[in-house]
């Protein structure tokens, strides 16, 4: 990864609290809405994370390959950049 | 709410571990292809719950507030409904 | 429907005009980036109109078949409802 | 755009005649369930669309850019695929 690992660790770190957060309020019967709040924010997070995650990977990995001679690879990668953004949040 | 909250809770602790893994991932450099699709993962895992908190919620508060003679009530479980629904992911 | 149908008719109107505007874009080669925002404008214009109809549904049939003596219909209602938004955007 | 606009064009034509579908089971009364599913696949229908634009744009202007020399350049057409994805369905 083109990026500092470290700051997304600490953002997943957050999530993990986060998420355990949330089993509580499930567990001491909060308000549905509320938890459904809980959720989404959890899931923004997410987002979040998986944003810094494809800039490194834009600047590294795609960069690289597509600055590459080998035309296969170039294909390969733009494939996978496709692929990953058709799937996500489907 | 209207449904069983221990099979919610021990959801949100299988996602927990998950988003553990994640970080794992980070840690040790995993492909950031493989990450981003983990956490997409992690987001159907959470859609997957917040499905359920709705359901249990349309079945309880909802339909009990629907049901009642409480105008302004009714209104305010419509509108809070489509708050969340609104909100969802963006 | 329990709202009025005349606003979400011209909410439409617009969005056909507007993919047709895409349409042109496409057509006279525009930069793909604002091609891509405009599809993303007609999406957000849509996710509008579906809230439009969301809601006169929750208001109208909804309503009345939660406030009914008939289960099952109260249950089919719900179950509907459950499915349109879980399928949203998938 | 490195891919053939023929067909694209195509595509938006037909979600434009599935819009004015939409407006007509409006106007038509019909059941606010069947118009968010009419609705819903008129989105997805865009989403194709969109995929298809964007694979354009990674095989035309980007591979383009990333493969210059110009490091402005480079970081310039990134920071738009990050915009655009980021902004999208948001």
Known sequence: ???????????????????????RMVDEDAYCIDILMQIDAVQKALDHVSRLVL????????TTAIRSDDAAERERVIGELMHVMHERRK
Chains 1, 2, 3, 4 share one sequence.
């Open 1 to 23: 990864m083109a990026h500092d690992k470290a700051p997304i660790v600490k953002r997943l770190r957050t999530i993990e609290g986060h998420v355990r957060g949330v089993e």
């Open 55 to 62: 800039d490194g990977h834009l600047h590294g990995c795609v």
